[in-house]
């Protein structure tokens, strides 16, 4: 009898799997443990010739058969195995799924906690293939984003690691938070960023911080321009390109908006790189699509935008929506710099003075 993968996938979470796995050692003459082994070897024999469906296939009856007293090394290096093979295949909304399995399987380990650093690492890499190949991978980005503010605890430390490891990595998410469907996710990501010091050179950073955080547009303008050539050859962002410009310039314009009330279509254009005409029309648009009181003064290449002040709970919603943030992080600063005192306190104890 030959078993296909669809097969194997129905029994993995069946009740007959036991049942069929005492069939099998019966019907080749092997013992449990020597069957998984040699599945294991023969599915890694195949990835390395290149075979990954025959791979993907072998994996998928390895993890039907391998239970709770099977050697967890070789299960944990089995799932990235999966995760590449699904990768390489194409095969991303079953990529996407392992991917959440492993992050849960790496945060129940029982390694050090440096160990766990170095593996959530190559997570995040690895998961750049997956995000910018599925439609759902830049929302996936954005949530990390997102949960970092409402789990400090837990969701923080994926974040935490990038900016000890690998700050690079942060272009990939300040692209997923321009990106978003949500609003506030770039000031979410910037605020992690500026509270804890994340040094990056990487321009699309740059440009968000001088555009969100600094108000400087002659310096986002700059940063703009490099970064058009930085998405257009990026492996994981060319696909995005014209999302991007699209985004970048619309928020370019957004905080002209915000911030002046007389705009100069020159000056806009130059920091949207687009001509004045162009500036002229993406202004027009933004102010049909957000009905705006606005005049068009043609001889002199200006915009006047009205502004009403915004309601008083709109302004107390505005200045108090970081506070739990912020105390939530100054907490876990004071609660860190006590356990230092006290670890101090227990190795020079000779020298403590009470009162």
Not at 66 to 71: E, G, L, R
Not at 239 to 249: D, L, N, P, S, T
Not at 254 to 267: A, D
Not at 274 to 302: C, D, F, R, T
Request: charged residues 25%; contains cysteine; glycine residues 4%.
């Amino acid at each position: 009898m030959i078993y296909s993968r669809t097969e194997a996938k129905k029994t993995e979470t069946g009740q007959d799997s036991d049942e069929l796995f005492h069939q099998l050692c019966e019907r080749e003459g092997m013992t449990a443990s020597s069957m998984v082994a040699d599945l294991y070897q023969f599915a890694k024999l195949n990835y390395e010739c290149g075979d990954y469906e025959s791979a993907l296939d072998t994996l998928t009856w390895f993890f039907t058969l391998a239970n709770s007293q099977y050697n967890q090394e070789e299960v944990n290096s089995a799932n990235w195995g999966r995760l590449a093979c699904e990768i390489l295949l194409q095969k991303f909304d079953d990529a996407l799924n392992n991917l959440d399995q492993l992050r849960e399987s790496i945060d129940r380990g029982s390694e050090t906690q440096a160990d766990k650093q170095i593996k959530r690492c190559w997570w995040v890499h690895w998961s750049l293939f997956v995000f910018f190949h599925h439609e759902d991978g830049l929302d996936r980005l954005a949530q990390i984003i997102a949960g970092s503010e409402q789990e400090l605890r837990e969701d923080r430390v994926l974040l935490s690691t990038i900016q000890n490891h690998c700050p690079y990595l942060f272009r990939y998410f300040a692209v997923a938070a321009l990106l978003s469907t949500r609003g506030d996710m770039v000031k979410r990501l910037l605020q992690f960023i500026t509270d804890n010091r994340v040094v990056t050179e990487d321009p699309i950073v740059e440009f968000l911080l001088a555009l969100y955080k600094d108000f400087d547009f002659p310096r986002a303008s700059k940063k703009l321009g490099i970064c058009f050539d930085v998405v257009q050859n990026d492996f994981f962002l060319t696909g995005c390109y014209q999302m991007f410009i699209e985004a970048a310039k619309r928020a370019v314009l957004q905080n002209f908006i915000t911030i002046y009330q007389c705009i100069s279509l020159k000056m806009l254009a130059e920091c949207m790189h687009v001509s004045e005409a162009q500036a002229e029309q993406w202004i027009v648009k933004y102010i049909q699509e957000k009905n705006l009181i606005a005049k068009i003064n043609a001889k002199e290449a200006h915009v006047i935008i009205k502004k009403d002040p915004p309601p008083i709970h709109q302004q107390m919603l505005d200045k108090t929506q970081d506070l739990k943030l912020r105390s939530s992080v100054l907490h876990q600063k004071v609660r860190q710099k006590y356990e230092e005192n006290q670890k101090k306190g227990r190795g020079g104890s000779k020298h403590i003075s009470t009162y």
